[in-house]
């Protein structure tokens, strides 16, 4: 016998050896292996070993309550010799229902034990006849008994060393996931900061041309220096406008309460509307709208919200590449008219053109922040495109640029579905 | 010989107040992003720069650092103007020995008030 490193099966492989170790050894015919239950109140068989059939089973339970006498014995004393278990005050118990049955003379129990204390019994059984117990007898009936609660022992420790393994590996992956989960939360807490710092900028910006301008007109200049005033704060009361209505929209979108009121117009005449928004004054006549054929092309959508979807894609050349897009208007995927608006910049690195579509990303967010702007402008005019049964788009342009495109129904191809 | 002051501002609005509120002042150029500023900070004898954060290709902390490796004496003829103001520009901007960083102000006669002390006495 071989006592090792046990797991739970290696447990009961060697009871089994150790049983068939007891009937050959002993020579007796039956040997079997009983372990306490947890209460202590009951003896659960774990291996029986019947020598003459070679028959392993693992059945029975003998209650502290049915045999009081035997519990006493068993758990007081090392090992009960009964050489005549019949009469033997500590196994006379059995007899009737148990030993007379199976024609069992003598039985040979010792004491299972671990660090613990008492785990259960070791019982050899002599059938036939009755045999007298020698002190040899004894001493290897105990001495398989204390391997068995040394296994026990061993296959407890292990069975804790892997229960403790396995809560560190829960525990590490409970850290993990911890660590993730802030890490995610500090993400979108320092794009929040960058958001409300930009916000606050890009908010500040237009104002301060209105406020700056009313002052200037207050203190009075020329007619023409008049009229030039005007046109700026009207210019920089509209580009407020359009970044507190992206504000708003990307507010209605997050709790779902934004509705788009959809028309049928000329997407030339939007374009347009979008350049004199989200271009700069100096810049604005640099950028012309170039259809792909002749005529008009008519989208069925929310007009104001098509503006302000194409002013941000305006914007954000200006930003990002520093000069005027192209936008060119022609057919896009069947029944669609698409809007593309191409700049010269590096644009959207591989890999990075999901990212730009996230609300409150930059994919610069971390360095100089020269680029200013909510971060909420391409996350919300996906999400204004797709509301208007449209779609936002990216592709790296031919000159090696950024092209953002939105695409919406053709109105032509929508008739009657739009009174 | 005058006052020369440099306005690096991509808003054309904020050059144009700056530009009415200190014409006759000085002599006033302007630059629409921070691409080549550091260069002309350092090759003209500005007695001013005005120079905003949020711009396009080079923002102005960029500028700042450049003028700091190239000549750093010059940083304190520095005004960083910015839309608005939070507690992480400043940290940024805290190594930097600048005339001051400020949000920027809108008033014409504010304007004046605060790039006056800057000016030679004619």
């Known amino acids: 016998m071989q006592v090792g490193r046990q797991t739970g099966d290696d447990l009961a492989a060697f009871m089994r050896v150790a049983v068939r170790s007891l009937t050959a050894m002993l020579q007796v015919e039956r040997a079997s292996i009983w372990l306490l239950r947890n209460d202590g109140a009951a003896l659960h068989c774990e291996c029986l070993h019947e020598a003459p059939d070679d028959r392993l089973s693992s059945e029975g339970i003998l209650n502290a309550l049915d045999f009081p006498s035997y519990f006493d014995a068993f758990k007081t004393a090392r090992v009960i010799a009964a050489d005549d278990a019949r009469t033997d005050p500590r196994t006379c118990e059995f007899a009737v229902g148990y030993l007379d049955v199976l024609d069992i003379h003598s039985m040979l129990d010792a004491q299972i034990r671990d660090l613990s204390g008492l785990r259960g019994v070791v019982c050899c059984e002599k059938t036939g006849a009755q045999r007298p117990w020698h002190e040899e007898d004894v001493a290897f009936a105990g001495a398989v008994a204390e391997y068995i609660g040394l296994a026990m022992e061993l296959s407890e420790r292990q069975r804790n060393a892997d229960r403790l393994r396995e809560s560190n590996e829960q525990l590490r992956e409970a850290v993990l996931q911890a660590e993730q989960a802030r890490t995610a939360a500090e993400a979108a807490n320092r794009s929040k900061t960058e958001f409300l710092a930009n916000t606050s900028h890009e908010l500040r910006t237009p104002l301060n041309g209105i406020l700056g301008g009313v002052t200037i007109l207050r203190l009075g200049v020329g007619p023409a220096e008049t009229t030039e005033w005007l046109d700026t704060i009207d210019r920089s009361g509209r580009s407020l406008l359009h970044t507190i209505n992206a504000i708003l929209d990307a507010a209605a979108l997050q709790d779902g309460t934004l509705a788009v009121a959809v028309t049928r117009f000329d997407i030339g005449q939007a374009a347009a509307e979008a350049i004199s928004v989200g271009g700069p004054a100096n810049f604005r006549d640099e950028i012309v709208v170039q259809a792909a054929g002749p005529g008009r092309l008519e989208v069925t959508a929310d007009y104001r919200k098509t503006v302000q979807v194409l002013a941000s894609l305006v914007e954000n050349a200006f930003k990002f590449a520093g000069h005027a897009p192209r936008i060119t208007v022609g057919p896009g995927a069947s029944g669609t008219v698409r809007i593309c608006v191409e700049d010269d910049c590096p644009g959207v690195p591989p890999g990075s053109e999901a990212t730009v579509f996230e609300r409150f990303s930059q994919i610069d967010g971390s360095s100089t922040r020269a680029h200013g702007g909510t971060g909420l402008g391409l996350a919300v005019s996906r999400e204004l495109a797709e509301l208007m049964g449209g779609e936002l788009g990216y592709r790296a342009a031919k000159s090696g640029g950024a092209c953002f495109w939105l695409q919406l129904p053709d109105a032509d191809s929508q008739d009657g579905s739009v009174s | ?122």
């Open chain 2, 1 to 122: 010989m005058g006052n020369r002051i440099l306005i690096v501002d991509d808003d054309a609005v904020n050059r144009e107040i700056f530009r009415w509120s200190l014409e006759g002042l000085c002599e006033i150029d302007e630059l629409t992003s921070g691409v080549g500023a550091a260069t002309r900070i350092v090759d003209v004898d500005y007695d001013l720069v005005v120079l905003d954060v949020m711009m396009p290709i080079i923002g102005g902390i960029e500028v700042v650092e450049d003028v700091s490796r190239m000549r750093a004496d010059l940083l304190p003829r520095i005004l960083v103007v910015t839309a608005a103001m939070n507690p992480g520009l400043l940290e940024k901007l805290s190594p930097f020995p600048l005339a001051g960083v400020i949000e920027r102000p809108y008033d014409p006669e504010q304007i004046s008030k605060i790039c006056e002390p800057f000016f030679k006495q004619q």
